[in-house]
């Protein structure tokens, strides 16, 4: 018996073999108990916000955008600056624990009702109904798709989510620099957190699993996909993206090895 079952707690479980682990579904495991109680203490909301500035926002306002789908709401960041910034926002997630933290973060954060809805990526139209005119994938989350079939599939979800002109904003982790060794893979940008360590456990061409390591001595995991740029940027391209532009660490100007990549794919 393990101590999920033991504590009626539900924690993340990795099994014997947590290098193994390498599967879409395993995603419902890691955001689970302790790693959304602290995933506010990782990222920081506010020097997250200092770090981001106004990049999402007048990407979103230069095109004229008005509705919002944020389908890696997480623990409610973006959802609650978009609100707060004045988009029409849906927040959804496949993680019911994460939801419910976005939703209570949302009444903490200004009082905002979020809206949420449970739902996969690789089943979205089933579950989010009406079109928008943006879909934001934010905070390295498609990195969470382990097969190439279900990184497809969740695009084709979002493309049709969007209205004929809507655009795109899908982010990911300099993996680049992580799997051709020009980088240790910490990030400042994101991971704002300063009491909190973020380090790559092992990385090889198929995982890159991080050790999130917090000032009480707990530590989480997460299994991810190393997706290289023009990988993601050729899929978003064979989905029927007509323009995509990628900016490093929210700079209009190219950066030497950015922490994060910024793709902002237009459909016409
Ligand atoms: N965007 C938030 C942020 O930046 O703080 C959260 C980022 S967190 C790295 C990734 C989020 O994506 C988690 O909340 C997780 O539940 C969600 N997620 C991962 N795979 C998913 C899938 N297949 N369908 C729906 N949500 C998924």
Same mark, same amino acid.
């Given at each position: ?34 790693? /959304? ?30 509705? =919002? %789908? ?70 390295? @989350?498609?990195?969470?798709?382990? @097969? ?18 809507? =655009? ?19 990030? @400042? ?9 973020? =380090? ?12 999130? #390591?917090?000032?009480?001595?707990? #530590?989480? $995991?997460?299994?991810?996909?190393? %997706? ?6 050729? %899929? %978003? ?25 910024? $793709? /902002?794919? #237009?459909?016409?």
């Amino acid at each position: 018996m393990n101590d999920t079952v033991l504590t009626g707690i539900r924690e993340q479980f990795f099994g014997d073999n947590p290098l193994e682990v390498r599967e879409t579904d395993h995603y419902t495991q890691e955001y689970v108990g302790g790693m /959304v109680d602290k995933w506010d203490d990782l990222i920081d909301w506010d020097r997250r916000a200092e770090g981001e500035g106004r990049f999402f926002v007048d990407q979103l306002k230069a095109r004229g955008v008005r509705s =919002v %789908l944020d389908v890696a709401t997480g623990t409610g960041f973006h959802s609650v600056r978009l609100i707060e910034a004045g988009f029409d926002t849906v927040s959804a997630d496949g993680s019911p624990q994460m939801l419910a933290k976005a939703f209570r973060n949302g009444l903490d954060n200004g009082g905002h009702l979020l809206r949420v809805v449970h739902a996969d990526w690789r089943w979205l139209n089933r579950d989010v109904h009406g079109e928008f005119d943006a879909v934001i994938c934010l905070g390295n @989350s498609f990195t969470h798709l382990f @097969s190439e079939h279900d990184r497809r599939k969740a695009l084709a979800e979002f493309y049709a989510m969007l209205k004929h002109d809507g =655009v795109l904003i899908i982010d990911q982790r300099n993996y680049d620099a992580l799997l051709d060794g020009k980088t240790g893979g910490k990030s @400042s940008y994101y991971y704002c957190g300063t009491e909190v360590e973020a =380090v790559p456990d092992h990385v090889d061409d198929g995982l890159a699993r991080y050790r999130y #390591e917090f000032p009480d001595g707990s #530590e989480y $995991h997460l299994n991810m996909y190393p %997706l290289r740029r023009d990988y993601l940027r050729g %899929l %978003l391209r064979d989905v029927g993206f007509q323009r995509i532009d990628t900016f490093g660490d929210f700079q209009e100007q190219p950066v030497d090895e950015p922490d994060f990549f910024i $793709h /902002v794919a #237009e459909k016409t």
